[in-house]
């Protein structure tokens, strides 16, 4: 069973198996690169930078070529961005100003309007009847 115990039966031992050289194929991929035209500079050591620069030149090239989005996406993503903002500022203004003005307003203006305003709630004020029926 896999109990746990507390003492190792063995030391932790560092395992390495070395990868077999094949000169043989070696030689077939040299002669595949040479067909297929990747240069036997590709070879040589890492260089600090390497990937990172041959990245940003297939970039600029790309960009030279005209990419493959051709340049129109990025105009449409401006396009959408600026109808979702033209959106949101038609929701929001109308409720910024509101709240400004009524930020403004004495609170002798604010009972007035809350008068003027229909409250179902407000008790119905009864005014006696002044004409006469003939």
Same mark, same amino acid.
């Given at each position: 069973m896999g109990l746990f115990t507390p003492v190792k039966r063995h030391?932790?031992?560092f395992r390495y198996t070395p990868r077999y050289y094949d000169p043989e194929k070696?030689?077939?991929?040299q002669r595949r $690169?040479?067909?297929y035209g990747t240069s036997s500079q590709d070879d040589g050591?890492?260089?600090p930078g390497q990937y990172i620069r041959t990245q940003r030149d297939a970039r600029r090239a790309s960009r030279v070529d005209g990419g493959k989005r051709g340049g129109k996406m990025p105009s449409m993503m401006l396009l959408m961005l600026l109808a979702i903002l033209l959106l949101g500022a038609y929701v929001l203004v109308? $409720?910024?100003v509101e709240s400004f003005n009524t930020a403004r307003t004495t609170p002798e203006e604010r009972q007035q309007q809350e008068y003027e305003e229909f409250n179902p709630y407000t008790p119905?004020?009864?005014v006696p009847n002044d004409y006469k029926e003939e």
């Open positions: 030391a932790n031992a070696e030689r077939r991929e $690169r040479e067909l050591e890492y260089t109308p $409720r910024i119905i004020t009864i």
